[in-house]
């Protein structure tokens, strides 16, 4: 699933592709409920942005919320040219359209709709605010659980998913990715959240992290060998989590027989 640098990237590429373009006659795949009679149909402008995991497209100035599944992606073709998988095409006057791409069909968007609630604030354009909520909220009991399972959780890390979170524990030595979220923040806080600034930022400069179904936006071949120490080395340690995911660690934190590292 794209993370926080895919999101951004997402948010450039169409800020890039409609710039000085006028767009009209918004149009949806018919398998959608969405109603495009409650946007403008006329000679609107597009611009987008990106916070976690999350991304506004704005048309002028109604926003629609989007969420970009597990493969969604914004294209831009010749108009009559769009992917057959295309739930959201904006035609410009200049012939082309802007085309919201979704083979699995896992995105979603929220027409009017800003930021959720239920997610935090984006660690690398919010960094105040995001240690400020993390702080805040130690004493509940999301931070019983592992570290390895917190650093997933959006209300408090927006934007990190799984191969964000192999990456940053990685680079805390001695960070066991199985200790309990609240003693691992009360030791190694600072490092922590420095590295959910860091190495999403590392991973948006190096063009995104080429994860399974998802491709630079720009063409680019994103150099991962620079950033990815953890996530996919055949030489770490891998098992899949209480929530079914797979998390990659070094495997002097593999734990035994008896549940000890």
Known sequence: MPELAELRLTADYINEAAKGKSFKNPKRN????????????????????SRGKELILYMDQYPIRMSMGM????????????????????????????????????????????????????????????CDNLRDNLGRPAFNKPICEVLLNQKYFNGI?????????YRIPNLNPFLI????????????????????????????????????????????DKFMKCYGNPEMAKEKDKNGRMIWYHPKFKLDAKGVA
């Open 161 to 169: 998913g799984n191969y964000l979170r192999a990456e940053i524990i």
């Open 30 to 49: 018919p398998v959608h409920k969405w109603d495009p009679l409650i946007i403008p149909r006329e000679n609107y402008g597009i611009t987008a942005q």
């Open 71 to 130: 493969s969604g992606h914004f294209r831009l073709t010749e108009t009559g040219k769009e992917h057959k998988h295309s739930h959201l095409i904006f035609e410009a006057h200049d012939g082309t359209s802007l085309s919201f791409v979704d083979v699995r069909r896992f995105g979603k968007w929220w027409p009017n709709r800003y930021w959720s609630e239920d997610r935090g604030p984006d660690p690398t354009t919010e960094f105040g605010q995001f």
């Open 181 to 224: 979220a609240r003693q691992a923040l009360s030791i190694y806080f600072n490092e922590i959240t420095e590295l959910c600034y860091k190495i999403p930022l590392e991973a948006y400069l190096n063009g995104g992290g080429s994860i399974k179904d998802w491709d630079n936006p720009f063409g680019v071949k994103a150099s991962t």
